[in-house]
């Protein structure tokens, strides 16, 4: 035995063992530690990060008077401008969801 064992229904629900794939091969000591009588009900959750300084904070007033004088403008638009004029050094992601969470646009 190659320390590994099959999960039937790994996948499928909350609760599963497994990852996403039915059968999915897990290690023999994650499986006998989920079948023993005092095992958890559930995975432990991930940790949260707590609220902290966003990379758009720093541009926020730029943001929302691009987006007061043009509400249409893209958060595409508005990551090229940032990146091309003020050096802005985050992902399109930040400024895409900095975008929606302000709701100006």
């Given amino acids: 035995m ?3 064992a099959r999960v039937q229904g790994a996948g499928r ?3 599963h063992l497994g990852g996403d794939r039915p ?3 897990l290690p023999l000591r994650t499986v ?6 005092d095992a958890p009900a559930a995975p432990p959750a991930p940790a949260k990060r707590g609220p ?12 929302d008077a691009w987006l007061r004088r043009q509400p249409k403008l893209k ?3 508005i990551w090229e401008r940032l990146v091309a004029e003020h ?9 895409k969801v900095y975008v929606r969470e302000t709701g100006l646009a």
Wanted: net charge positive; proline share 3%.
């Fill in 75 to 77: 958060a595409s638009v």
């Fill in 23 to 25: 059968g999915e091969r």
């Fill in 32 to 37: 006998k530690r989920y079948l023993t009588a």
């Fill in 52 to 63: 902290g300084r966003r990379k758009t904070d720093p541009y926020a007033g730029l943001i």
């Fill in 2 to 4: 190659d320390g590994t």
């Fill in 87 to 95: 050096g802005f050094q985050g992902h399109y992601q930040r400024v």
């Fill in 13 to 15: 629900g909350r609760g």
